[in-house]
Each structure stands twice: as structure tokens, then as C-alpha cells.
């Protein structure tokens, strides 16, 4: 079946370094997606989104970008800091039986930050 | 409140009992999702509210697995019979407009069966 998934289930960077994480998605008809961060015993918590009419969105140190051509969403994180420690999903918009669309969420990468 | 609000935020049962979750979500938002969330692992679709629209259930388990949500606001997860691999996190979020933002997520109810 059609699924949001992630390269690596896990990464770990330094204070100060830039991070990337990557998701792939399968579904062409999706056309939103969002990140989220979910830290230890919470639920996630948005990130930021992009719409599939735009590559690229920028929010305070964070980047989307969207490559619909090979169907792949990053996240990059500028001056990775300790408190972006948490596990991070991407999460795509899809048409969705009689309810119209639905939100599908990524397994999932853990981003370990070192100072 | 100001954010989706989930009770109870744990709960413990036995095994073959029922267990009801609530969720409470951000006021006016028309969709709502239920989400459930196994130890160290991705966020597994359930069901999907979208105002008065027939909800989406594909994403059910068994039919041990129900939901409601009554007004168009407060929702309920009702887990007949529960088994040990029910056991898990659950979570639910609300959304505005699906399309413009995405859905804001309440803490969630960690669901142990014994």
C-alpha cells in the first residue's frame, strides 16, 4: 500500500551542525505535508507545512523542501541545538475513502543532538 | 482550553475489559483525528471526523475498535475486550482545515492492559 516513510530511523549530530532529515512518500496525489516533532511523552507538536505547489518554505532555522518529481519531503535544521533532541515525522495529506483526505504519518527519525 | 485535551492520561486495565477515551479538541476545529502510537514507533491512522461528513474508519483494527463524536466536538475511542497488543498510546488531534494547517495533537492516553 501507499505509505510515508523515513531513510534513516536515526541521527546524531552535534551542537552547532546543520541536520537533515528525509522522508519519502509514494502517494502523487498528496498535496500538503507537515513536520512535526514529538519529544519524550508528548504528542507531536507541528513544525512547520508546505503545500505541493511550492519546493521550498522556510521558518525560524527550520527548511522544508519538496521534490515532487521523486516524490521526496527534508526537513533541515540550522544550528542544530540539545533541545531539537526528539523524534521527528513527517506527515502527508492524502485523498482518503468517503472522509475526503486523510493525515498519514511517517515512522519516524530520532534526532540525537550532542553538545 | 487553549489545546486538544485527552483524559484520562493513563489508564491501566485488564485484559477483556473495556476502555473508553476522550478527547476533547480545539474549539471549532471540524476534523479530528485518533491516531495510536505502539512503543518507539510511528503514529498508526484510526478513524478521521470531518464535520458532519460520515467518518473514516478505514483505519480500524478490529471491529473491537469503535468511535463516536457527538456535536461535532468531544470524541470517544471505545476498545471492547481489550487485548495486550491494544496496549499503546493514543492520540488525538483536531485541525481547523486539514488542507490549510495541520492538526494540533493533545498529550495522549497511555493505554496499558495487563
Known amino acids: 500500500g501507499e505509505n510515508v516513510g523515513l531513510h534513516l530511523p536515526t541521527l546524531s549530530v552535534q551542537e552547532g551542525d546543520n541536520s537533515i532529515i528525509n522522508c519519502a512518500y509514494s502517494?502523487?496525489?498528496?498535496?500538503?505535508f507537515i513536520w512535526y516533532k514529538q519529544e519524550s511523552g508528548k504528542g507531536p507538536q507541528f513544525i512547520i507545512d508546505?503545500?505541493?505547489?511550492?519546493d521550498k518554505r522556510q521558518g525560524q532555522r527550520v527548511t522544508v523542501l519538496l521534490n515532487k518529481t521523486v516524490k521526496h519531503l527534508s526537513l533541515q535544521i540550522a544550528a542544530t541545538q540539545p533541545g531539537d533532541s526528539a523524534v521527528y515525522f513527517c506527515?502527508?495529506?492524502?485523498?482518503?475513502?468517503?472522509?475526503?483526505?486523510?493525515?498519514?504519518f511517517g515512522k519516524g527519525t530520532t534526532l540525537s543532538v550532542s553538545s | 482550553g487553549a489545546g486538544v485535551s485527552q483524559s484520562p492520561s493513563n489508564k491501566v486495565t485488564e485484559k477483556g475489559k473495556d476502555v473508553e477515551l476522550r478527547c476533547d479538541p480545539i474549539?471549532?476545529?471540524?476534523?479530528l483525528y485518533w491516531y495510536r502510537q505502539s512503543l518507539g514507533q510511528g503514529l498508526e491512522f484510526l478513524i478521521y471526523?470531518?464535520?458532519?461528513?460520515?467518518?473514516?474508519k478505514s483505519g480500524l483494527p478490529s471491529d473491537r475498535f469503535s468511535a463516536e463524536r457527538t456535536g461535532g466536538s468531544v470524541s470517544t475511542l471505545t476498545i471492547q475486550r481489550t487485548q495486550q497488543e491494544d496496549s499503546a498510546v493514543y492520540l488525538c488531534?483536531?485541525?481547523?482545515?486539514?488542507?490549510?494547517?495541520?492538526?494540533?495533537f493533545g498529550q495522549g492516553t497511555r493505554l496499558t492492559v495487563v
Open positions: 488531534a483536531s485541525s481547523l482545515n486539514i488542507g490549510d494547517q495541520g492538526a494540533f
Open positions: 502517494n502523487s496525489a498528496s498535496d500538503y
Open positions: 508546505i503545500r505541493s505547489n511550492m
Open positions: 506527515a502527508e495529506n492524502i485523498p482518503h475513502s468517503q472522509a475526503g483526505t486523510a493525515l498519514i
Open positions: 474549539s471549532g476545529h471540524t476534523a
Open positions: 471526523f470531518q464535520g458532519n461528513s460520515a467518518p473514516d
